[in-house]
Nanobody, 126 residues
Framework: QVQLVESGGGLVQAGGSLRLSCAAS????????MGWFRQAPGKEREFVAA??????????AEYKETLMGRFTISRANAHTVYLQMNSLKPDDTAVYYC?????????????????WGQGTQVTVSS
């Protein structure tokens, strides 16, 4: 049974940092795309960042353009992905979800992912 478990969310003041973690289990995730999405109250779920497997045992990262420079996604191993979030703003407040799938074509599309975590709340106060 596939499980994605997020951790690291919380309350932080504007300008602060958080690091989210996602631990995947239940199968071998080496070639899986793993990414982060977020959903703020009253808004649609949106793409944040993702890593895609590439030949040569490397992972490529993609980002929502407006978050580049503040957010960094990293793949510690086949089963763990992090999201380092710096210079946080109140607009970053949302539930952050980890997602994974073996056959993602468009990493920014939420409907490409079959597996999701339960989400972790990030609240940025002004």
């Amino acid at each position: 049974q596939v499980q994605l478990v997020e951790s690291g969310g919380g309350l932080v003041q504007a300008g602060g940092s958080l690091r989210l973690s996602c631990a995947a289990s239940g199968r071998t995730f080496t070639t899986y795309a793993m990414g982060w999405f977020r959903q703020a109250p009253g808004k649609e779920r949106e793409f944040v960042a993702a890593t895609r497997w590439s030949r040569g045992s490397t992972y490529f990262a993609e980002y929502k353009e407006t978050l580049m420079g503040r957010f960094t996604i990293s793949r510690a191993n086949a089963h763990t992905v992090y999201l380092q979030m710096n210079s946080l703003k109140p607009d970053d407040t949302a539930v952050y979800y980890c997602a994974a799938d073996s056959s993602v074509v468009v990493v920014r599309a939420a409907n490409e992912y079959d597996y999701w975590g339960q989400g972790t709340q990030v609240t940025v106060s002004s």
